[in-house]
């Protein structure tokens, strides 16, 4: 399922956040990076419905989420991983997921085996009977993915989902993400340019709320060889970020 984001501009009072963004996303997993108070928080709130598209267009599959009954029918296919989210401690893992398909439109018969089959889709199967509080920070971010996951939508969208994860449990989580991506669309809101570079073909870059960037992550660090010869630390998609955002956007 696509997503088409067509001429947004979104202001908190006088605070312009977007201006004039266009975005178009493709089945499989999009990195969207940029800078704190660059946006993406914003951007991914108008695309999971929380706020109100008041200037431009944003379609999730055939869905205009400006009108109502758009945002009634986009609600059914995205999952959302909010950058904090909390789950109730003293429940046990399958009810958690399970209420969470319920909260997004799965009958109440049809809620445990799809909490069920989502917690196996993200390796928590066997936890299914613990409690929330039991789980270690991983696993939650893990939990947080199956219940965004549990009433089986085409469009996955997560804000930072591996924020404060120690190295081994943010490659599991890479693991999870990338198996998620191969049968869905799949958003990725981070600071970690290496995320990006392991998880996602396509990238998109916003930087002072315009679309910098957008296409596959090749396409950019091909720049940065032409601007710089390639050279330095970190990965090519890191270089060529850290080269942007400093020295200015080609065409901006
Ligand atoms: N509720 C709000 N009220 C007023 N201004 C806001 C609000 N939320 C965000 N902003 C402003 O809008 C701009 C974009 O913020 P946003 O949170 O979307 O950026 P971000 O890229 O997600 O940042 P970060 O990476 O730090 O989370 C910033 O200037 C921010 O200060």
Redesign the pocket.
């Known amino acids: 399922m696509d997503i088409r984001v067509e001429d947004v501009s979104?202001?908190?009072?006088s605070?312009?956040?977007?201006s004039g963004l266009t975005w178009h996303v493709r089945p499989g997993i999009t990195g969207l990076l940029?800078?704190?108070?660059?946006?993406?928080?914003?951007?991914?709130?108008l695309l999971v419905t929380l706020n109100r598209v008041r200037t431009g267009t944003v379609l999730v599959g055939d869905h205009d989420v400006s009108d109502p009954a758009g945002r009634r029918a986009a609600r059914r296919v995205i999952g959302y991983l909010p950058?904090r989210f909390s789950l109730v401690a003293g429940m046990r893992v399958g009810d958690a997921v399970a209420y969470a398909a319920w909260l997004n439109g799965v009958s109440y018969g049809e809620c445990f085996p799809a909490a069920r089959r989502a917690l196996a889709r993200i390796g928590l199967a066997e936890r299914e009977r613990s409690r929330v509080r039991e789980l270690s920070g991983g696993m939650r971010q893990r939990l947080g993915i199956a219940a965004a996951l549990a009433h089986d939508p085409a469009v996955v969208i997560m804000?930072?989902p591996t924020v404060g994860l120690d190295p081994s449990q943010r490659l599991r989580l890479r693991e999870v993400i990338h198996e998620i991506g191969r049968d869905r669309t799949v958003v990725l809101?981070t600071?970690l340019v290496e995320d990006v570079a392991h998880l996602c073909d396509e990238v998109a870059i916003?930087d002072e709320?315009r679309m910098r960037f957008s296409g596959p992550a090749h396409a950019l660090t091909a720049m940065i060889d032409d601007a710089s010869g390639g050279g330095g630390r970190g990965s090519k998609l890191e270089r060529a970020y850290d080269h942007f955002l400093r020295y200015g956007w080609p065409g901006g």
């Open positions: 979104y202001a908190y009072g605070r312009q956040a977007l940029g800078p704190n108070g660059a946006g993406k928080t914003t951007l991914l709130s950058e804000d930072e809101s600071h916003i709320g």
